[in-house]
């Protein structure tokens, strides 16, 4: 944190330019993974009630049927099947979205303790912070502002950042915009929709209430 002799080369700061982004989009991948899990479970238990009455539960059964019945052409058991919830526009305003690409990434979500995962939510919410390292580092040696971006990165930063500070780092504005690009804040909060005490971990929930923050 204090020596910045390893950032004086434009390349180093770059490749860790690079580190940052890797883990905001790894961060984004867990989240994902942790909603279609949540998902899977709210609509697979008996006593959910996360449709409203004008989509009752035996109509969503029969859709993941007919939608299963044609994907899954070898016949085996509708017990013994993952939960896929085809990719509709429900009558209770919400899109199901669970692909064969993210029950992938859900199981490696599971490989993650839950303390590995709090950890690597923290370590990103510090990217979201003023004070993180990095850009003491490029101000010290490239001088980036807002002034500096053209006007079409000016417009995609404003679509979430406030622009009109400019003592806030350039880079931290890029970042995020990369998280909320990604629907990170939308996924987070469909797992405090999805979730319940039992399925969303404490430490997870706060860890995301840190990066929100």
């Given at each position: 944190r204090q020596c910045l002799c390893c950032f004086k080369e434009y390349k180093h700061l770059e490749i860790f330019n690079q580190v940052v982004c890797s883990l905001i989009n790894l961060v984004i991948g867990q989240v994902q993974a942790l909603r279609d899990q949540l998902l899977k479970i709210c609509t697979t238990s008996p006593d959910s009630n996360w449709q409203d009455e004008a989509n009752p539960s035996d109509e969503l059964l029969n859709v993941e049927k007919e939608t299963q019945e044609e994907e899954e052409e070898e016949g085996e058991e509708r017990s013994s099947e993952p939960c896929k919830v085809p990719d509709k526009q429900l009558e209770s305003g919400r899109t199901c979205n669970v692909t064969e690409d993210s029950l992938k990434s859900t199981d490696l979500y599971s490989l993650w303790s839950?303390?590995?995962?709090?950890?690597?939510?923290?370590?990103?919410?510090?990217?979201?912070?003023?004070?993180?390292?990095?850009?003491?580092?490029?101000?010290?040696?490239?001088?980036?502002?807002?002034?500096?971006?053209?006007a079409q990165e000016s417009n995609l930063l404003g679509a979430f950042c406030d622009m009109n500070d400019v003592e806030v780092p350039l880079h931290l504005l890029r970042y995020v915009c990369l998280f909320c690009g990604k629907n990170g804040l939308s996924l987070m909060k469909d797992c405090f929709e999805y979730g319940t005490p039992e399925t969303l971990p404490f430490l997870i929930a706060h860890a995301f209430i840190t990066v929100v923050s």
């Open positions: 839950t303390e590995e995962k709090e950890k690597l939510l923290l370590c990103v919410a510090k990217i979201f912070q003023i004070q993180f390292p990095l850009y003491t580092a490029y101000k010290h040696n490239t001088h980036p502002t807002i002034e500096d971006i053209s």
